[in-house]
């Protein structure tokens, strides 16, 4: 059995860098309660910041942050739930790891900030589905659009705590995928999902077909 990786580079670091420091502000700003005054301050040099942001290069490609066009085996840096250069993503990690017969799965590890809260110290549920849309998706390793997505909630999820996931494929049928997930805190179960993706039919150029004229 041996883990697949996708290598880094010097830009995809730097990205994770400056996300990773966005996504500690953002986490701060959903429990501090500073003075006006601080806040004022704070508010200035973000909107500096983000004045300087508006000034720099865009994206040439939309699908340069999206799961189109996408080789197996890689992850979406700029993904919203699982990208580790999208400031507000968990982010979640993801391995794919492969058997001796052939088959896969995927494991990985997420920890929910305080940003994530709903029911107090604890994350709220739609990001929870949302987390296991994306594992489920992932493990199909091709394109393939999300059909149903069934959550069953066995105990809270807790903020600020590592949580163990997988992901599997539970059977295929034409162009059907049946995918189940797990998610657990120290080896037990706090929810598990089990969703229906429908590939695109054979032949298709899901890339051109989706995004049309903006390649």
Request: proline share 7%.
């Amino acid at each position: 059995m041996r883990m697949a990786r996708v290598e880094d580079d010097p830009e995809r670091e730097a990205s994770r860098h400056l996300a990773d420091a966005m996504r500690r502000i953002i986490a701060r700003l959903a429990i501090v309660r500073p003075p006006v005054d601080q806040l004022e301050r704070a508010a200035q040099a973000a909107t500096d910041f983000a004045d300087q942001l508006e000034g720099l290069p865009e994206r040439s490609k939309s699908w340069e942050i999206s799961e189109a066009g996408l080789q197996p085996r890689d992850f979406v840096s700029y993904s919203p739930l699982s990208g580790t250069a999208n400031p507000i993503a968990m982010p979640m990690s993801m391995s794919v790891i492969e058997q001796d017969n052939g088959e896969h799965h995927i494991e990985g590890t997420v920890i929910f900030g305080p940003a994530y809260e709903g029911p107090p110290g604890h994350c709220h549920g739609g990001f929870v589905a949302a987390m296991f849309d994306e594992l489920l998706g992932f493990v199909q390793m091709a394109p393939g659009f999300t059909a149903w997505l069934k959550v069953q909630y066995r105990k809270p999820t807790p903020l600020n705590r590592e949580l163990q996931l997988r992901g599997w494929i539970s059977s295929i049928e034409g162009r059907k995928r049946t995918i189940r997930g797990t998610c657990h805190l120290n080896g037990v179960l706090l929810t598990e999902a089990e969703g229906l993706f429908i590939a695109p039919r054979d032949g298709e150029d899901f890339v051109k077909k989706v995004l049309g004229q903006q390649l």
